[in-house]
C-alpha cells in the first residue's frame, strides 16, 4: 500500500513558477511509477505528466510539455512537478497517483493523494 500527500499549491500570477510534491509512505515507493493529473471545475481530471519507476523515462501531456517537468527522490519517496510559464487555464486541483507501470499511470493513475489547489490568475 502507498499514501500519497499533496503539497505547494497556490495562487501565482501568470507566467509565474509552482513547484508542487507529493509525499509517499509504504514500502514499495521506488517499484512505482508516479503520475500528476489535474481536475478544473466542470471538467473530468486529466493526466498531466508521468515517470517511471527508476527516473529514467517521463511523459507529458501536450498541453504542458516545455513549461511542467517531473520529477523524483526514491531514497525521500516523493515526486514532484515543477511548472513554470503557468497560464490561467493551469487553474485546478493536482493529485499525485501511484501505480505499477508507467502507461497504466498514464492511462488510469493509481493510488491518489487528496489533490493540492493550483490558482493562476491573469
Known amino acids: 500500500q502507498v499514501q500519497l500527500v499533496e503539497s505547494g499549491g497556490g495562487l501565482v500570477q501568470a507566467g509565474g513558477s509552482l513547484r508542487l510534491s507529493c509525499a509517499a509512505s509504504?514500502?514499495?515507493?521506488?517499484?512505482?511509477?508516479m503520475g500528476w493529473f489535474r481536475q478544473a471545475p466542470g471538467k473530468e481530471r486529466e493526466f498531466v505528466a508521468a515517470i517511471s519507476w527508476s527516473g529514467g523515462t517521463t511523459y507529458y501531456a501536450e498541453s504542458v510539455k516545455g513549461r511542467f517537468t517531473i520529477s523524483r527522490d526514491n531514497a525521500k519517496k516523493t515526486v514532484y512537478l515543477q511548472m513554470n510559464s503557468l497560464k490561467p487555464e493551469d487553474t485546478a486541483v493536482y493529485y499525485c497517483?501511484?501505480?505499477?507501470?508507467?502507461?497504466?499511470?498514464?492511462?488510469?493513475?493509481?493510488?491518489w493523494g487528496q489533490g493540492t489547489q493550483v490558482t493562476v490568475s491573469s
Open positions: 509504504g514500502r514499495t515507493f521506488s517499484s512505482y511509477a
Open positions: 497517483a501511484a501505480n505499477r507501470s508507467l502507461s497504466t499511470v498514464v492511462a488510469v493513475g493509481g493510488s
